[in-house]
Structures are given as C-alpha cells and as structure tokens.
C-alpha cells in the first residue's frame, strides 16, 4: 500500500509543498493528493492588480501539477477526523471522504484586523479573487476623491496649537510609473516636547528641489507653525536650503540613518558590521564628551580601504568629513531632546 499525503489547499504554500514532495518521492511509493475549491492557482501577490481592474490570466491547476504526479480533487473541506485519519470534502460530485497517513493544512489566508476600529466594516481586503473584484474601478474612483479630500483637510489644518521642537523631513521617492518620473512625496514629522510623534506635512515634491521644500516650509509656517528648534534630515541640499531660507534659527542635524548608509558606500562590507557597531557608539554617547572620544575611536580603528589622497591605505573616516557634516549629539541624542530654550537636559 502507497503512503498517502493529502494536501489541503493550492496556493502558494500548499502548491510548492506538494510539487517539491513529488519531485523527492517515489510515485511507486507515494500518493500525494491536493485538495483545492477552485481550479486555478491563484497569484495572491497580483491580486491588487485585479483590484484596480486589470484582467490576470490564472494557471490551471491541471497545468501546475502535470507530469507531476499529484492528484487533484476539486472540493470544499467540510471536516477533519484525526483519529480516523480522513478528510470529509463536498464537490460537484458530491461528499467525500479522504484517507491520508499525512495531513498538510495550507488553507490560505485571512485578513487581521488588529482591534483597529472600522477596519472590518470600511475597508476592502485582497486576499482572494472574490473580495479583490469587489474592488471595482468605480470604487477606486470614489476611494481616491475620498482620499484627495482627506488630504486637502490635512494640509488646511491649523498648526498653531502643535508645538514641535524638532522635525524629520525626508523625501520617498515612488518606484510606480508616474508622468512625472523625478516626482517625491516630501514628508515633515514633528516630535513634541513631551515626544509624542505628529506628522505635520505631506506634499508633491520635484527632485526635492530648495523650491518644493520652501513652499511646504511657507505654508506650514503660514498655518501657524513655529520654527522648531532641531531639524534632521538627510544630505540633499533641498531641504537644508529651505529651512535656512524660511526657519533660519532652527539648527541642522544629520540623520543617523542616512549618515550610517553614506559611510558604509565607502566601506568594503567586511568593515560594514564593526562600522555600525562604532556609529551606534557615538549616536548612543550619554554627552558630548563621550560622543567626541567615540569619533576619535572610530577615526583611529582600520577599514581596510585606502582613502583617497593617504599613503597609508589604512584609515578611511577623514574622508567621510565627519566633523563637518555632522552636528554631535547634542540634540536628537538618547539622553535629551531638544528643548525651546536650545539646552539638552540630561535624565
């Protein structure tokens, strides 16, 4: 007698599973069953095209599995008996029942709400083909005019009343297809005295030019908006430009993530972990002094890659311009935000 394995449910996990037992086992020995509702394989991972209204041309399941050797049995599953070891299934053809020596369980997936309220009753899910070609271009439509006057709401709103003593502001460059091919979002958050997070802006950007940035800047300033005390941003010139012309007494920092990346470009990345490790060292400094001593720590440790315009070939970090480029944590550092009266109180 064969040993039987039935499989519940084609998609991704189910449909691997049993190709690759098919291509390991004998069929002279096995016999792999799948169990599936639907005839075709199902591309959970293309289902937001269907959503918004592409066709998608779905394999057959037949197709999938030929010259495989794994049988295929379209029905629902209705029941599980594990003493029994069977599997009760309902089709075209009526009840059934399914006798296995192994169970696969991979019956897809659900959508999971997280306590979040209004998320069951006002949001659309694509974790099938049913629910994704609910999602008709009618409802985009509407879903978009929803969001563009949700937008419109949020970049009216009056500012005066969020005092945030240092911003974020980054640019997120979309990887779609856009007429516009150098479009960003350009992103503002604030932080508050008390640290509670509030994203402030949220505006189309080109290139993330001193003129996109310097109109965000205006008009956030414009609905009461005061300068911060500290921003952090990355190294485009954009932004710092702007923020000098429209807040010119908030200071400059550079952001830890961003600066971590740059100096890794110039590393080889077998220095990359020790690199990190140094970097946290400073931007995890308790105060100035100790921030100091870790730069000079990381200046004098090797890399391994010669700097350019050095004999030595040992040492790299002159020429990341740290000093330069860098404000020390005396803001935006792990023992004190920023304050309106420019200190950095300790804990």
């Not at 470009?265 to 100035?288: C, F, G, H, V």
């Not at 870790?294 to 040992?314: I, L, Q």
Request: proline share 5%; hydrophobic share 35%; glycine share 10%.
């Amino acid at each position: 007698m064969k040993y039987r394995i039935v499989v519940l449910g084609a998609g991704y996990a189910g449909s691997f599973a049993a190709g690759n037992l098919a291509r390991r086992l004998s069929p002279a020995d096995t016999e792999i069953t799948v169990v599936n509702a639907v005839p075709d394989f199902v591309e959970r991972m293309r289902l937001h095209q269907l959503a918004i209204g592409q066709d998608l041309a779905f394999r057959k399941l037949t197709d999938v599995f030929a010259g495989t050797g794994v049988r295929l049995r379209l029905a629902r599953v209705t029941g599980v008996d594990p003493e029994r070891r069977t599997v009760a299934v309902t089709g075209e053809h009526g009840d059934g029942e399914l006798t296995h020596d192994t169970l696969l369980h991979a019956l897809g997936s659900s959508v999971a709400h997280h306590g979040v309220p209004g998320v069951a009753e006002y949001t659309f899910d694509v974790t099938g083909r049913g629910s994704s070609a609910s999602l008709s271009p009618a409802t985009v439509t509407r879903l978009t005019a929803q969001r563009q006057t949700d937008h419109t709401a949020f970049m009216d709103r009056d500012l005066s009343a969020g005092d945030c003593v240092y911003v974020w502001a980054d640019g997120v460059h979309l990887r779609i297809r856009l007429q516009e091919t150098k479009a960003a979002v350009l992103v503002l958050m604030g932080v508050r005295a008390d640290g509670t997070k509030e994203p402030i802006a949220m505006a189309d950007g080109y290139r993330e030019s001193s003129e996109a940035w310097a109109g965000l800047l205006r008009d956030c300033a414009r609905r009461g908006m005061r300068a911060p005390v500290l921003a952090v941003g990355d190294g485009a010139l954009g932004f710092w430009n702007a923020l000098s012309e429209v807040f010119p007494d908030t200071r400059h920092q550079r952001c830890w993530v961003h600066k971590t990346a740059n100096v890794w470009d110039a590393l080889p990345k077998s220095a990359q972990p020790a690199t990190k490790r140094a970097i946290q060292e400073i931007y995890n400094a308790e105060d100035k002094e100790r921030a100091a001593k870790a730069v000079r720590d990381f200046e004098r440790a090797p890399t391994g890659r010669k700097a350019p315009g050095s004999s030595s070939g040992s040492r790299t970090t002159r020429t990341i311009s740290w000093h330069s480029s860098t404000t020390l944590p005396s803001t935006g550092s792990t023992y004190g935000p920023p304050t309106r009266s420019g200190a950095s109180p300790k804990p």
